[in-house]
């Protein structure tokens, strides 16, 4: 038995010998992430009244809006469009996160609807301009990252596809920032009704040249769920939903005179999905993309720009001497 023992401390310590230790970086990183924390920005973007904030209480179980005025008729019509920051700061298994909702109240709601969208292309281009001063000065140490990251825009359920603001917001923004598509109150259409919207409104987008956020190749077969997901979310449906008693249980839906619509039942919306790819799975990769596609685009435009300008202004000091 001594001899066995021998033996098998000499395997064990030639094995350490061989291990150099670069295998625990993921731990490491992983560490380091969590005591920082994480910060993440949704923009909600769509016609009032269409569920905007029941989806965000929901995703996130907080209420953000608890505070908030509905205004009447009246006042929807002089309402102008405006940008509204609600920043809650969650915590779930030691796991902080800062969360940053961007609420658009009054887009869409005007009689003229004419270049609505102008509002929240300039904040997301100010967010990018605020990132790129911070990068290019002295301190980088702290820099507050509030780039928009995605942007869920609601689409009403009534009509035959996209509205022509529908398009032109779609437009204006999907160089800028990651969109997801949402078919708002869809408990309103039948499934059949739900499958010919959704495909009429992918057909569109890719006749417009639309760009809706793509989910990451998948390099392996455990990952055919996303692929999957990715068919599936290019257009979702989500509803309004409370509270509301089903079986002896407390559900999120709503109640009918014929039964209970759940909220978190996927053959009813696509609610779970939805919050599955947007926090659990592809919360880091809509950062990603918006940090090296949709940043670095606005960078580069910003440094020719600016080189641009330097070769004008020495070409003209040359020419006055």
Request: glycine share 4%; net charge neutral; with cysteine.
């Amino acid at each position: 038995i001594p001899s066995y023992l021998s033996v098998q401390g000499n395997s064990e310590s030639c094995r350490e010998k061989q291990y150099v230790g670069f295998a625990t970086l993921p731990n490491q990183v992983h560490r380091k992430s969590v005591k920082k924390g994480f910060d993440f920005t949704l923009m909600v973007a769509g016609e009032s009244g269409i569920g905007k904030s029941t989806l965000v209480n929901s995703l996130f179980l907080t209420d953000l809006y608890k505070d908030r005025k509905l205004l009447n008729a009246e006042e929807r019509i002089n309402q102008t469009m405006e940008i509204i920051k609600h920043t809650v700061d969650i915590e779930e298994k030691g796991v902080k996160l800062k969360l940053t909702i961007v609420d658009t109240p009054g887009f869409g709601d005007a009689v003229n609807n004419n270049e609505c969208w102008k509002t929240i292309t300039d904040y997301i281009d100010q967010q990018f301009e605020q990132y790129f001063r911070d990068e290019s000065g002295l301190n980088r140490k702290n820099i507050q990252d509030n780039r928009v990251h995605c942007c869920l825009y609601f689409i009403p359920p009534f009509g035959h596809g996209l509205r022509p603001v529908d398009v032109e917001f779609m437009k204006a923004l999907h160089e800028k920032v990651n969109i997801i598509p949402l078919i708002a109150k869809a408990d309103c259409l039948t499934p059949n009704e739900i499958k010919k919207l959704k495909d009429r409104i992918q057909e569109e987008t890719d006749k417009f040249g639309i760009k809706v956020y793509q989910f990451p190749e998948c390099d392996s077969d455990e990952d055919e769920e996303f692929k999957q997901l990715d068919k599936e979310l290019k257009v979702s449906h989500t509803m309004i939903n409370t509270v509301v008693e089903a079986r002896g249980q407390r559900v999120r839906g709503r109640l009918y005179p014929w039964g209970i619509v759940e909220v978190e039942n996927q053959s009813h919306c696509d609610f779970v999905k939805l919050k599955n790819m947007l926090i659990r799975s592809h919360m880091h990769d809509l950062k990603d993309v918006t940090c090296d596609v949709h940043y670095e685009n606005y960078r580069a435009q910003c440094i020719q720009e600016m080189t641009r300008y330097k070769s004008v202004t020495n070409k003209a000091a040359s020419c006055v001497s």
